[in-house]
């Protein structure tokens, strides 16, 4: 999992405000990059996820930036909302890998304040 | 649809027990499946990868003998934690995978809502 650097770690916003949530990786082989969100005691769910041949990807209040030669992306959460509080992960995929391994980062805890 | 569901959703056991967990793809087959591990406030840990019909493959430092995984059927695989101790208390969570083959370029993997383990 070292091969997956996300920040910050946790994360306090204002409702309607914008939450930012980044990522870094090293292997270059990694060629479909997903976020996850998981509220408490329950398991990830696929929010959001780009492909490397397209620099952004938006849906609703969600969007992926992807800097392929900064080998970073991130999630951006417009109009932040209470109900969107939970704890968000990135995590990249290999290319041509047939077990399709996720590689995740550490988390971020998202609050967002009412 | 792709729908991944685990059972028991809580167990507390004593300790040497052994514990076994469900993990069901209930409207797809699901080629692949994963073992994760959690512990609180913290990422999943990749314990092994199973396919169906053959032996599970195990991350580095995960105890085959103790955490066995059977992957009986396209849409079950089952993880049993054996003479369980404390340091096994978790939130353990499946997630299943299509697969190439049908058609997920990427293979998606649709993950259970989790089992929390306890053990006394």
């Known amino acids: 999992q070292q091969q997956v650097k996300q920040s910050p770690q946790s994360l306090i916003v204002q409702k309607g405000g914008i939450s930012i949530i980044n990522c870094a990786y090293e292997?270059?082989?990694?060629?479909?990059f997903p976020w996850y969100q998981q509220f408490p005691g329950k398991g990830p769910a696929l929010l959001i996820a780009?492909?490397?041949?397209?620099s952004e990807k938006k849906e609703g209040r969600f969007t992926i930036s992807f800097n392929k030669s900064a080998k970073q992306f991130s999630l951006h959460i417009m109009d932040s909302q209470p109900g969107d509080s939970a704890t968000y992960f990135c995590?990249?995929?290999?290319?041509?890998?047939?077990?399709?391994?996720?590689?995740f980062g550490r988390g971020t805890q998202l609050t967002v304040w009412p | 649809g792709a729908v991944v569901s685990q059972h028991p959703s809580r167990v507390i056991c004593k300790s040497g027990t052994s514990v076994k967990i469900e993990c069901r793809s209930l409207?797809?087959?699901?080629?692949?499946m994963f073992w994760y591990r959690q512990f609180p406030k913290k990422s999943l840990m990749l314990m092994a990868t199973?396919?169906?019909?053959?032996?599970?493959?195990?991350e580095q430092g995960v105890e085959k003998d103790k955490f066995l995984i059977n992957h009986a059927s396209l849409t079950l695989s089952t993880l049993t934690v054996t003479s369980a101790h404390p340091e096994d208390s978790s939130f353990y969570i499946c997630?299943?995978?299509?697969?190439?083959?049908?058609?997920?370029?990427?293979?998606?993997?649709?993950f259970g809502p989790g089992t929390r383990l306890t053990v006394l």
């Open positions: 292997n270059t082989a990694f060629d479909y």
């Open positions: 780009i492909r490397p041949d397209v």
């Open positions: 199973s396919n169906e019909g053959s032996k599970a493959t195990y």
């Open positions: 995590a990249p995929e290999r290319r041509g890998s047939t077990l399709g391994r996720l590689y």
């Open positions: 997630s299943a995978s299509l697969g190439l083959g049908a058609g997920a370029k990427y293979n998606e993997q649709f």
């Open positions: 409207d797809f087959q699901a080629t692949t």
